[in-house]
């Protein structure tokens, strides 16, 4: 585990459901190569505030390179429904992409 990991644990102690320090965390995962730990922490934090959309684009992803494809489809399908309702088109417009890759 790097350091940064390790400080980011840290201060999930003090803020469980810090939404910024959870994705972080599961960024850091990744870099690690460490998909499952990210994913129980992108999950965290979808289920913490499904509004949280960061979270839609990086955890369809890694259940792309997991084999979830159905499921990163309907990460991608509500990640986009989020983005919408919060009117942040960049990030619905990449989760659309991302969505359009694996379906058509």
């Known amino acids: 585990m790097t350091e940064r990991a390790e400080k980011l644990l840290a201060w999930l102690k003090e803020s469980p459901r810090d939404c910024f320090l959870n994705h972080a965390l599961a960024l850091e995962y990744i870099k690690e190569g460490n998909d499952a730990?990210?994913?129980t922490y992108f999950e965290i934090n979808l289920a913490n505030d499904a509004a949280y959309i960061a979270t839609y684009y990086h955890?369809?992803?890694?259940l792309e390179r997991?084999?979830?494809r159905d499921l990163a489809v309907s990460?991608?399908?509500?990640g986009m429904e989020q983005?919408?309702?919060a009117k942040e088109m960049h990030t619905y417009n990449e989760l659309q992409n991302a969505h359009e890759d694996l379906v058509y």
Request: no cysteine.
């Open 75 to 78: 990460t991608y399908e509500k």
């Open 66 to 68: 997991m084999g979830e």
């Open 83 to 85: 983005a919408k309702a």
């Open 37 to 39: 730990e990210a994913r």
């Open 59 to 62: 955890l369809g992803k890694l």
